[in-house]
């Protein structure tokens, strides 16, 4: 059965692709109902599903796209015009046999009923399309067959749709269309292997600081310069070997942005609004992990953009605007980073709106609401229970989406920054690492203690003396190059034990999204590549902590969430 279980997985990885080349195109089909290629695209991808479903002796999911390729191949003749009643059923085909497909590899069995579908594909097949039935009448139809579903008991087939044997139909032959270059590979041996480079990292970084110190010992000693040449060849290859293991990881975002463009749409329908949605830089990579993590922020964000953001058609001509409002989602790459940039042309936030709900709802006082600056007043839309909305409805009001966001993305070292002209539109920018297993970091020493800041947020290191140390609106900062600089000393914020008096200060000079903040250490230690290390519930009640390592010397090194920690400082200075 293993061989038969192979084959289904495949099945199953295949299917999921077509529904999303289906789903892509059917959305495309809505804007133009007179290209044929696109027809011929979700007729292909049913009919490819459909064989390899009967092959693998799965029932409904077969029976169901047999019928919606009936359905395509009405409308590829001529014969049946593309409506939104008829996309409408052929988006709840692809809905259904998702469901079906995820039901087969959870419990390998086709649990999810295809009545209801199944009947309202039969009502448009059914209607006629002429001089005394006009097209409006499939909404009419499939309405109707939506509430006989609704109101008769499913159905059930004879069989239970587990995959009985190996051999289909005769004449069904299974399409798996492997490329001779490709094989895939379970994510649990990739997450494995990424493991093992980890602590091939550790052990490398902790072998070349004994070898700095064995050949600071034996200066001229060949044996120390031939143990030291050969680490450096086998600090290359460690090198080239964490950034292969490490792109086998790497998925393009297009995969995450897929979904979108159905969700906007049927978004959109439900609001009465007219909204294109654009999709730019679908081929940048990020790591399987962080592409996960990417989903609820993103999906938070653009229906913000379709809810709060995008004005009506009516509004909009008011304004002076195409009546068809515009969502963008963009990616690309910045270094270590991957920025997404979700953004509309709608109305835009008003940063003095956004002070008086802040103050409404007890987040903070009228006092300090006034004396935020306009960018810092948009920050408050990330606190838990702000919302701009009176009421909640099923889409937003209930005040957690945008927490939801900054939450996620600050537990794998990314942030969100907002820029908005009201009236014009908002973009928020999303910041997050390639990889979240292995990072560069820049170590600093305060007293006693290690830590690493992740170097994706260090813009710059500067000496604290060779500037003066101010109070401006009850916080200490410096002007760094006639801009204002909030400092915050990290002993402070974490309560390290004092020690010694450091012999000086350091102001590593970091960036929040659009934010710019100074964090005062003692010491430079230097720059390395650390692996992230879980730290259990050791330091769980310190702000601003994301995990640990083992640093070359073999003491463990604190990881700083510098978003987090950010954020903790200002909770404090609105305090004082």
Not at 110 to 123: A, F, G, T, Y
Not at 523 to 539: A, H, M, N, R, Y
Not at 549 to 561: A, E, K, M, P
């Amino acid at each position: 059965m293993s061989e038969f279980r192979d084959i289904l997985d495949e099945f199953i990885q295949e299917s999921r692709e077509l529904l999303e080349q289906a789903e892509g195109a059917l959305i495309e089909l809505e804007r133009r109902p007179q290209e044929g290629a696109l027809l011929d695209a979700i007729f292909r991808a049913f009919h490819t599903i459909k064989g390899t479903a009967s092959f693998v002796g799965l029932e409904r999911t077969t029976q169901l796209t047999h019928r919606a390729e009936d359905l395509l191949n009405r409308m590829r003749k001529g014969e049946l015009p593309v409506t939104p009643a008829v996309l409408d059923v052929l988006f709840s085909v692809i809905d259904r046999t998702r469901r079906l497909i995820e039901s087969v590899q959870s419990r390998e069995a086709e649990e999810e009923s295809i009545d209801d579908v199944l009947l309202m594909i039969e009502v448009i097949l059914d209607v006629e399309v002429g001089p005394g039935r006009p097209i409006s009448h499939h909404a009419e139809a499939v309405e109707g067959a939506q509430r006989e579903s609704d109101a008769s008991s499913p159905i059930q087939p004879s069989q239970e749709g587990r995959p009985a044997s190996r051999s289909g139909p005769a004449g069904a032959e299974p399409r798996m269309g492997l490329s001779e270059q490709t094989i895939r590979v379970d994510v649990e041996r990739l997450d494995h292997l990424m493991n093992l480079v980890g602590e091939l990292v550790l052990s490398r970084n902790q072998l070349l600081e004994l070898a700095r110190v064995l050949r600071a010992e034996l200066q001229g000693n060949d044996s120390a310069e031939r143990v030291w040449d050969m680490l450096a060849q086998l600090d290359w290859i460690t090198n080239e070997i964490q950034r292969a293991v490490t792109r086998t990881r790497m998925v393009p975002v297009g995969r995450v942005f897929a979904r979108f463009e159905r969700m906007v749409r049927d978004l959109a329908r439900e609001l009465e609004k007219s909204i294109r949605f654009e999709a730019f830089g679908a081929d940048t990579e990020v790591d399987k992990s962080v592409a996960e993590v990417l989903v609820d922020p993103l999906v938070h964000l653009i229906r913000n953009a379709v809810d709060h953001g995008i004005e009506s058609p009516s509004e909009r001509l008011q304004r002076g605007k195409p009546a068809e409002g515009k969502v963008q989602l963009r990616a690309y790459q910045e270094g270590n980073t991957i920025v997404l940039e979700v953004s509309d042309d709608g109305r835009g936030i008003d940063p003095n709106f956004v002070r008086r709900r802040a103050v409404e709802k007890g987040l903070l006082s009228r006092e300090a609401a006034e004396g935020l600056s306009d960018l810092e007043a948009l920050q408050l839309i990330f606190l838990p229970g702000f919302s701009t909305r009176t009421e909640a409805s099923n889409l937003s009001g209930r005040g957690v989406g945008m927490d939801v966001v900054r939450t996620n993305l600050a537990r794998i070292g990314g942030s969100v920054s907002v820029q908005t002209e009201p009236g014009q539109g908002t973009t928020f920018t999303l910041r997050l690492p390639l990889t979240l297993a292995i990072i560069p970091g820049l170590t600093v020493g305060v007293y006693e203690e290690c830590f690493i800041i992740p170097l994706s947020t260090v813009l710059e290191i500067v000496r604290l003396s060779d500037y003066r140390v101010e109070v401006s609106e009850g916080r200490r900062v410096i002007v760094l190059r006639d801009q204002i600089l909030p400092l915050y000393w990290l002993h402070e914020l974490l309560q390290v034990p004092a020690g010694a008096p450091p012999a000086g200060e350091y102001v590593v000079v970091l960036a929040v999204g659009e934010q710019r903040f100074g964090l005062v250490v003692h010491t430079l230690v230097g720059q390395e590549e650390v692996v992230v290390k879980s730290i259990g519930s050791v330091f769980g009640q310190l702000p601003g902590i994301a995990g640990g390592t083992i640093r070359g010397n073999g003491q463990v090194g604190i990881i700083l969430d510098i978003p987090e920690l950010y954020r903790y400082a200002q909770t404090l200075a609105w305090a004082a």
